[in-house]
């Protein structure tokens, strides 16, 4: 079975602080994902990669950054934490015809 | 406008009783849906998946199926247990890209 790891489930960070969402896959699929949950707005897409060092933007990427250095670990980055960065962030990966999605447990971020 | 969307927004049932969600979309071209099951503080798990050319698809006490004309699906949850506690979400795939479209997902309770 496809394996995606996110390293904490969760974490409290202080605004203005620098936040790391680290995720790990564990099946060489090249594409790489991470959305954000809200109640009542569903998942939606920060950003994506479909191979290392590459990386597109999805719908909502503002306040954030990603790194993608080699293609097992897929990194999210809130560059200055804000309360409204407060959220449940899922990573996913992808794989096969049609497409299939793995998705990690989560990380549950506060930002106080 | 691609848009997913689901009824009901929450759900109480009895134990052992069935139930079924509903999921209408109109994301276009249609390439396939998806039926995830999300426990609370976890990540969504895939009951199924299902192409244009099907129209069920079973999983144990879960069965989806599809109407690509009316562009609609229907989870049915057979002899429902205390498990099945979740949020059900629909996902729903463009042709040709990898743009997944979430629906806000239905809350479903099981009471004993």
């Known amino acids: 079975d496809v394996k995606v790891t996110q390293s904490s489930r969760y974490l409290v960070k202080r605004t203005g602080e620098k936040v790391f969402l680290e995720c790990v896959q564990d099946?060489?699929?090249?594409?790489m994902f991470w959305y954000r949950q809200d109640p009542g707005l569903g998942l939606r897409l920060i950003y994506f990669?479909?191979?290392?060092?590459?990386?597109e933007k999805g719908d909502i990427p503002e306040g954030y950054s990603v790194s993608r250095e080699k293609k097992e670990r897929f990194s999210l980055i809130l560059e200055s934490a804000s309360t409204n960065q407060t959220s449940m962030y899922l990573c996913?990966?992808?794989?096969?015809?049609?497409?299939?999605?793995?998705f990690g447990s989560g990380t549950r971020l506060t930002v106080v | 406008k691609n848009q997913v969307e689901q009824s009901p927004q929450s759900l109480i049932i009895l134990e052992g009783k069935n139930c079924t969600l509903q999921?209408?979309?109109?994301?276009?071209?249609?390439?396939?849906l998806r039926w995830y099951k999300q426990d609370t503080g976890r990540g969504p798990v895939s009951l199924t998946i299902?192409?244009?050319?099907?129209n069920t698809k079973s999983n144990g006490r879960y069965t989806a199926t599809l109407d690509a004309d009316t562009k609609q699906s229907s989870l049915h949850i057979t002899a429902s247990q205390l498990s099945d506690s979740a949020s059900y979400i629909c996902?729903?795939?463009?042709?040709?890209?990898?743009?997944?479209?979430f629906g806000t997902g239905t809350r479903l309770t099981v009471i004993p």
């Open positions: 996913a990966s992808s794989w096969g015809e049609p497409i299939r999605y793995t």
């Open positions: 099946m060489d699929h090249e594409n």
């Open positions: 990669s479909y191979d290392v060092k590459m990386k």
């Open positions: 999921c209408n979309y109109t994301v276009s071209p249609f390439s396939n």
């Open positions: 299902m192409t244009f050319s099907e």
């Open positions: 996902v729903v795939t463009e042709t040709g890209a990898n743009n997944l479209f």
